[in-house]
T-cell receptor, first 116, second 115 residues
């Protein structure tokens, strides 16, 4: 089944404790992206990647890191999480840039992160 | 900079009645516009897009969206709402004429369809 998977789905952690949220897609997509969803703010893009070893900042990259060493994986890293990073996080993928090629993005199920 | 506004946090509709979920956008170039839907505890699912062409775009599940360039709007519509349409709807825009590959999402509108 074609899908985007994220792990973990739920995570409660404490300030300053490094964490990684994994994202994997099995559709051979070039484009991958991370968003955070907050009430009233919609989805805001954190980072995106056009292909392996190519990443770029989105609207709200501060406090996050990403890497794209393989096409299928795009982990989101919080080196020192803070309470303002408590949010619902979504990973997404598409065959190319979702606007240039008119292809819609496929979203993962989300990861709910709470930073105490 | 590009932006999207969804002026209504929630829209309430009776089943069988027409529905409209509003979206306005701001870009300096030509817009690519999208609608996504989010059901409880799920990721976003693509509904439809406007790139160019006819202003009335047919989408999935009986939805359509009307692009109005002069009003910079891209409202989502459906002639007859179903209870199963109840979900969170997001409008998104990309400025096709400017550098960068970002989609900007609106804040979302919760659609409640009552039997």
């Amino acid at each position: 089944e074609a899908q985007v998977t994220q792990n973990p789905r739920y995570l409660i952690t404490v300030t300053g404790k490094k964490l990684t949220v994994t994202c994997s897609q099995n559709m051979n997509h070039e484009y991958m992206s991370w968003y955070r969803q907050d009430p009233g703010l919609g989805l805001r893009q954190i980072y995106y990647s056009m292909n392996v070893e190519v990443t770029d900042k989105g609207d709200v990259p501060e406090g996050y890191k990403v890497s794209r060493k393989e096409k299928r994986n795009f982990p989101l890293i919080l080196e020192s999480p803070s309470p303002n990073q408590t949010s619902l996080y979504f990973c997404a993928s598409s065959p190319r840039d979702p606007a240039l090629s008119y292809n819609e993005q496929f979203f993962g199920p989300g990861t709910r992160l709470t930073v105490l | 900079a590009q932006s999207v506004a969804q002026p209504e946090d929630q829209v309430n509709v009776a089943e069988g009645n027409p529905l409209t979920v509003k979206c306005t956008y701001s870009v300096s170039g030509n817009p690519y516009l999208f609608w996504y839907v989010q059901y409880p505890n799920r990721g976003l699912q693509y509904l439809q897009k406007y790139i160019t062409g006819d202003n009335l775009v047919k989408g999935s599940y009986g939805f359509e969206a009307e692009f109005n360039k002069s009003q910079t709007s891209f409202h989502l519509k459906k002639p007859s709402a179903l209870v199963s349409d109840s979900a969170l709807y997001f409008c998104a825009v990309r400025d096709n004429d400017n550098a960068g590959n970002m989609l900007t999402f609106g804040g979302g509108t919760r659609l409640m369809v009552k039997p």
